[in-house]
């Protein structure tokens, strides 16, 4: 996508070809600042601290850190450690899962002196791969947003509603709930966003809203409670979101809230979809309420909160009071018969096992 104008992925490798580069998205919407990863320590650290976050960027920033790991030591032992090292940053995104198996999967047969080289050539592969993949959903998606707003007779905007960021900054380029939204808003739909503000990262409200902003897709930030109301009020068409995990019947792991939203979705019949790229499909899971791992963070991201001051200073303030603890859920799981519909780079399908096996035929009879 673009920022200021210039095309700008999520993550790139560094000119230098010495190391890996990103958007550190901590310091979003304030700052459009990168950072270097040079070691596995620093892509490890950018992971766990969530200056690259989203599933697909997960995936592949664990990529490029194999690859810096096997920069320092290509042996089988640092191999090893390095795939352990990242496996422990983030439990929830399978994305992770599937670039360490498939990164492992490649590195471990080849000599150590061949190793290096073929870590780098996949990890761009592995990026350039999800580029093509969120393209892809992009335009499946947008079939589903041509239908809505001929549904609506073409008449207003087009109301969406999205939960925390599944745009491009959550992948390498496009995103995935997103990339239907900027594909419909370029061939000229009026679409608007209802963009949950995704306590207590702010996802939304810091990220989402910077992307839709930098490419002029009319959005409004409301506060997490605010979606069931509107869909009372008629006020939202269909709702997009991402995912870190779809079991192989369809539930759908996402950022904490998601369930709520599909809950009022359902009541109000706003269809709900989740758009995905396959290496989010955990098919080795069926019941994810009961099976995916959800991650709990520390109760400072709930009790602090940063912003930009009124003199320019970014600054973090506590909002609640001393003393009272604090549960940090990053995610929750919404089950497959509350999704109207998957998007995926193969097309859609309904949110179940029999739906996934129609676009992912090769997967029958396996786990
Ligand atoms: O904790 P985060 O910011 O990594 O969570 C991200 C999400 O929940 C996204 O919606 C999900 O990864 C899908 S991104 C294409």
């Not at 490029?64 to 496996?87: I, K, P, Q």
């Not at 599944?166 to 239907?180: K, M």
């Not at 400072?300 to 600054?315: I, K, M, Y």
């Amino acid at each position: 996508m673009k920022v200021h104008g210039k095309p700008m992925r999520s993550i790139w490798l560094a000119p230098d070809a010495q190391a890996a580069e990103a958007i550190d998205q901590t310091r979003l919407p304030h700052a459009l600042v990168t950072v270097r990863l040079t070691t596995l320590d620093e892509a490890a650290h950018a992971i766990r601290s969530m200056q690259v976050r989203g599933a697909p960027l997960i995936g592949a920033t664990a990529a490029y850190g194999v690859w810096l790991a096997l920069r320092a030591d290509a042996s089988d032992g640092a191999l090893e450690h390095g795939l352990a090292v990242l496996r422990g940053t983030r439990p929830t995104a399978v994305n992770l899962h599937w670039a360490l198996d498939d990164m492992r999967q490649l590195l471990a047969p080849l000599p150590p002196a061949e190793r290096v080289a073929a870590a780098l050539r996949r990890a761009e592969a592995i990026s350039d791969e999800d580029v093509a993949i969120n393209r892809a959903i992009g335009a499946h998606g947008l079939k589903l947003l041509e239908d809505a707003w001929a549904r609506k007779g073409r008449q207003g905007r087009l109301e969406v509603l999205t939960h925390c960021n599944a745009g491009w900054l959550a992948t390498v380029d496009f995103g995935t709930a997103l990339s239907p939204i900027y594909q419909a808003h370029d061939a000229g739909i009026p679409v608007h966003v209802w963009v949950d503000e995704t306590r207590p990262r702010n996802q939304g409200a810091q990220l989402t809203a910077w992307e839709l902003g930098q490419h002029g897709v009319p959005h409004t930030v409301i506060a997490d409670n605010v979606g069931g109301h509107l869909m009372q009020h008629g006020q939202v068409d269909l709702c997009i979101v991402g995912t870190d995990r779809t079991t192989a019947q369809g539930d759908v792991a996402n950022k904490i809230g998601t369930y709520l939203k599909a809950l009022a979705a359902k009541d109000n019949g706003v269809p709900f979809y989740v758009a995905l790229p396959s290496p989010t499909i955990d098919w080795t899971l069926r019941d994810g309420v009961r099976e995916i791992p959800i991650e709990q963070r520390d109760g400072t991201e709930l009790s602090d909160v940063t912003g930009r001051l009124a003199s320019g200073e970014v600054a973090t303030v506590r909002i609640t009071p001393e003393g009272s603890p604090a549960a940090n859920y990053a995610f929750d799981v919404t089950p497959a018969r509350l999704v109207t519909a998957l998007i995926t780079e193969r097309g859609v399908c309904p949110a179940s096992h029999d739906g996934l096996l129609s676009l992912f035929p090769e997967r029958r009879g396996r786990a």
